[in-house]
């Protein structure tokens, strides 16, 4: 158990389709501590401009966007897909938007008793100072199963088990 006198902030990092989202989701569970997944800020983004029909390279529209997000409130389940990805790429190269969105996730972390947060360079930009930070990995084979939405049975992993390939695979 982690016992601290000043706020617990957990960073979370790796690349995806790690399974960094899965760990802090628990540990934000564990610890009662509110959870942001950070790429869903950018997904948001690109998706209130498109509920607003503006074009996702208008960076005075996304700006816009980007500061009017509630960390605490986004829709994920329409923030996730192909579609949203791709959107997200475009405004993610934006570097007002980048600044925004970096602001808005240091506020985050800053929250009263601390918070968790996963996503990429949470632990060297985002939360230098954090209480914890984690780099998450995973082989190409299951990050590219969880990519794809497959079972991870099917690529041979088994859930703390550590790594073992499937039958007839090496």
């Given at each position: 158990?982690?016992?601290?006198?000043?706020?617990?902030?957990?960073?979370?990092?790796?690349?995806?389709?790690?399974?960094?989202?899965?760990?802090?989701?628990?540990?934000?569970?564990?610890?009662?501590?509110?959870?942001?997944?950070?790429?869903?800020?950018?997904?948001?983004?690109?998706r209130a401009l498109m509920d607003r029909e503006q074009a996702l390279s208008d960076v005075a529209a996304a700006v816009a966007a980007?500061?009017?997000?509630?960390?605490?409130?986004?829709?994920?389940?329409?923030?996730r897909?192909?579609?949203?990805?791709?959107?997200?790429?475009?405004?993610?190269?934006m570097p007002q938007v980048r600044a925004a969105l970096v602001d808005l996730q240091r506020r985050f972390a800053r929250m009263p008793g601390g918070a968790v947060l996963d996503g990429r360079d949470i632990g060297t930009v985002i939360c230098p100072d954090a209480t914890v930070k984690l780099?998450?990995?995973?082989?190409?084979?299951?990050r590219a199963a969880r990519r794809h939405g497959q079972p991870a049975r099917s690529a041979g992993i088994r859930h703390g088990a550590g790594r073992y390939p499937a039958p007839g695979r090496a």
């Open positions: 158990m982690i016992v601290v006198s000043h706020p617990l902030v957990l960073a979370i990092d790796g690349p995806a389709a790690s399974g960094k989202g899965t760990l802090a989701r628990r540990l934000a569970a564990h610890y009662r501590l509110p959870h942001l997944d950070t790429g869903l800020l950018y997904r948001a983004t690109a980007a500061e009017a997000l509630d960390a605490a409130n986004l829709p994920e389940a329409r923030l897909g192909a579609e949203m990805g791709e959107a997200a790429s475009v405004v993610a190269a780099f998450v990995t995973a082989s190409p084979t299951v």
